[in-house]
């Protein structure tokens, strides 16, 4: 029966002993002898390539002292994370526990940050987001440009930010992140039927443009800013349509464009939005309104045809009349006009005179 057991230890390797499920302490580099008539020495050989210790028994092996001068040892509360940067570049986040590094092959730096503030700045920030266990330690988000976010902490608002990466520790505090997007929206406020005050349906599809002013007042007023301006506009439009007649209605689109816009803007103003324009887009008449509304038309075409008929009627007899008024009351001009008759007569076509009563023919002779 053998009782010496033989251990190789390389350079870059540590053996840790056990004897009887107990640590004994650390083997360094070389070859060892341990004497083991009973089974009951262990010895386990991690590599210190790896830059950190994983062991069962890490509160044990770290009460020993036997890493005081091998390892950086860990200790993090419920309130701390760990930052771990190993050959100058960063490698991981840590929970709260107990953690061993060792210090020999490799160069680690480890930073020790309080949770307790739950948004997390660093100047490597994107870096440390896109590392291992990021995910799982911390809620991570990007506020694009024209956008902005409004937070929260244990439901108290803390501030409005900026465009840009955020980063707030899990399990801390409860952080909400309220993005908003501060560019000019556009809401269609379709299939409206509306009763004119002369008991007329129509369907109305109308178009409002607002955008956000302030953020905070747009989150803490109601839970849906767009969606309550959306409701707001389908009152206006009802309330100030169904205060006219359809004529009035139709041919006045745009004041009752202006004035829905001027009754949203106070409404608006408490959800902290502000309306840029609010547009009549559509009007759906029923089929019967539209038949009689196109034979009305119809009527008031014919009607204006027949007057323009008349005025020009009217125009050419009244012109008629005063060169006839004329012509008599100046014979010359009389001869004149009867001279460029016969010169057209004449010069038009070939003029035969047939002259059957006496005297006739000197008439027409002292005429031409």
Known sequence: MVFLKRIKIRSYEIGLLFKSGEFKGLLA????????????????????RQPWLAHEKLDLIVKSGALAARA??????????????????????????????????????????DARTVRFEHADLKVITRSPMADRLLD???????HVGVLFQDGRYVDTLA??????WRNTQEAKLVELDMRETIIDVGGQDIMTNDKVTLRLNAVVAYRIVDARQSVIATDDAKQALYREAQLALRAVVGARELDAFLTDKDTVAREVEEQLRVRAGQ?????????????????EMKDLMNKVT?????????????????????????????????PTLMRLRELEVLEKVATSSKLNVILGEKGLADRVVNLL
């Open 298 to 330: 119809e009527a008031k075409k014919a009607a204006e045809a027949n007057l323009i008929v008349r005025r020009e009627e009217t125009a050419a007899m009244r012109s008629q009349a005063n060169t006839a008024r004329l012509l008599a009351d100046n």
């Open 140 to 146: 991570v988000c990007a506020l694009e440009r024209n």
């Open 271 to 287: 959800l902290g939005l502000e309306v840029a324009s609010v547009g009549v887009r559509d009007i759906i008449l029923p089929g």
């Open 163 to 168: 465009p840009g990466l955020y980063a707030f």
């Open 72 to 113: 950086e040892v860990l200790d993090l509360k419920d309130h701390q994370r760990a930052l771990v940067w190993i050959d100058g570049r960063f490698s991981h986040v840590l929970p709260p526990g107990q953690f061993a590094y060792w210090t020999g092959k490799r160069d680690v730096k480890v930073e020790v940050v």
């Open 29 to 48: 580099e070389g070859t060892h002898w341990l004497l083991d008539p009973f089974g009951r020495v262990r010895v386990e050989v991690v590599s210190q």
